[in-house]
Every structure is written in structure tokens, then in C-alpha cells.
T-cell receptor, first 115, second 112 residues
Framework: EPEVTQTPSHQVTQMGQEVILRCVPISNHLYFYWYRQILGQKVEFLVSFYNNEISEKSEIFDDQFSVERPDGSNFTLKIRSTKLEDSAMYFC?????????????FGPGTRLTVL | ELKVEQNPLFLSMQEGKNYTIYCNYSTTSDRLYWYRQDPGKSLESLFVLLSNGAVKQEGRLMASLDTKARLSTLHITAAVHDLSATYFCAVAQSYNTDKLIFGTGTRLQVFP
């Protein structure tokens, strides 16, 4: 069964460094998302992306964050200058068409630790 | 702003027993999802509920939606240890968005 994949599974970085989290959505899906989950807390929406542009973003998704689909398969989240509070599990998700009946399929996540 | 609350936050139950997890949300929405998360793992989709009165069942889990009451329930029948996980409900922010607002999660532990 097709699934969303993410790399790396765990990323450790120093505060102020840039990180890029990578995702490969399910191949025929057109809508892509990033969510994050701080340890022990609920899942929070960051951004949605369709047709090579951001559809919607949350207040968390400030100028330090950016997303890109650099080729036909990858979808990346970049954090330009990481802060301690960016430490979290980051989940990528995708849906086939964005229709209301669609389920968002989540990847396994990347655990980001900022020291 | 849409708020989604679940209760209980933690549930410890004996195998074979029944219980219900509740998900309340604060504003009108047309879509509600239930996800399961095992420790350190990703979110697995369980149910998508799209209309008032919708009921879906899979194995020992049954989910329902009452849009008038802004309430969804996840009912567990004759619990088994394999159901131990954290269960999240998530609600679409509005009719024309696919931004999901997640509940706080209910951590379920099933013991013999």
C-alpha cells in the first residue's frame, strides 16, 4: 500500500541553524500538508500546499518557515534559523484531491531536536 | 476560532469492557476525523465522518457524529490490549478549508 515517507527520522541541530525536512507524498496525491506535534501535546497545523503554492498557513508558520516542491516527488519544510521551541515531531501529510471526503494520510514523522 | 476538546484525556480500561471517548468542537464544521497514534509513531486514519448522524464501524471501534450538538463519539466494544494507543479527533476548520484542528487526544490503556 502506498504511503507517505519522511526523512530523516530524527534530526538534531543547534539553535540558529537551518534545517530541511523532507517528505515524499503518495505519488498520485495533489495536496500536501505539514503539521507538528510538540512532545505530549496535540497535533498542530502548519501549512497546506497545492499547485506549487501555499493554500493556507497557520500563525505558527512565520517567516522562518518555508515549503517547496523542488521536483515531482519531494515536498520539503525549511526552518531558516531554528529556535529551541521548534523542537517537535513534524508530520507530512497528503490527500489525493483535497475533496471533502479525502482523508489526510500522514507520514511517520521527523523528530527535530534543537539544542 | 475553532476549539476541539476530547475527554477523557486518559483512559485505563480492562479487557472486555466497553467505553466511549467524546469529542466536542466549538463551531460548525462539515468534516470530522478520528486518528490513532501508537507511541512514537505516525497518525493512522480510522474514520471520516461527513454528515449529521453518520456512523462508521471498524472492528471493535464505532464512531458517530452529531453536527447539531457538535459532538462525535468513539465507542470501544469489548476492548483488547491491541487497542492501547492515543486517539485523536480532528475537525476541518471550515467548509472551504482542509486545515484540521486536532483535539487534545485520549490516551487509552487496556489491561488484562
Amino acid at each position: 500500500e502506498p504511503e507517505v515517507t519522511q526523512t530523516p527520522s530524527h534530526q538534531v541541530t543547534q539553535m540558529g541553524q537551518e534545517v530541511i525536512l523532507r517528505c515524499v507524498p503518495i505519488s498520485n496525491h495533489l495536496y500536501f500538508y505539514w503539521y507538528r506535534q510538540i512532545l505530549g501535546q496535540k497535533v498542530e497545523f502548519l501549512v497546506s500546499f497545492y499547485n506549487n503554492e501555499i493554500s493556507e498557513k497557520s500563525e505558527i508558520f512565520d517567516d522562518q518557515f518555508s515549503v517547496e516542491r523542488p521536483d515531482g516527488s519531494n515536498f520539503t519544510l525549511k526552518i531558516r534559523s531554528t529556535k529551541l521551541e521548534d523542537s517537535a515531531m513534524y508530520f507530512c501529510a497528503s490527500t489525493p484531491s483535497g475533496a471533502t471526503t479525502d482523508t489526510q494520510y500522514f507520514g511517520p514523522g521527523t523528530r527535530l531536536t534543537v539544542l | 476560532e475553532l476549539k476541539v476538546e476530547q475527554n477523557p484525556l486518559f483512559l485505563s480500561m480492562q479487557e472486555g469492557k466497553n467505553y466511549t471517548i467524546y469529542c466536542n468542537y466549538s463551531t460548525t464544521s462539515d468534516r470530522l476525523y478520528w486518528y490513532r497514534q501508537d507511541p512514537g509513531k505516525s497518525l493512522e486514519s480510522l474514520f471520516v465522518l461527513l454528515s449529521n448522524g453518520a456512523v462508521k464501524q471498524e472492528g471493535r471501534l464505532m464512531a458517530s457524529l452529531d453536527t447539531k450538538a457538535r459532538l462525535s463519539t468513539l465507542h470501544i466494544t469489548a476492548a483488547v490490549h491491541d487497542l492501547s494507543a492515543t486517539y485523536f479527533c480532528a475537525v476541518a476548520q471550515s467548509y472551504n478549508t482542509d486545515k484540521l484542528i486536532f483535539g487534545t487526544g485520549t490516551r487509552l490503556q487496556v489491561f488484562p
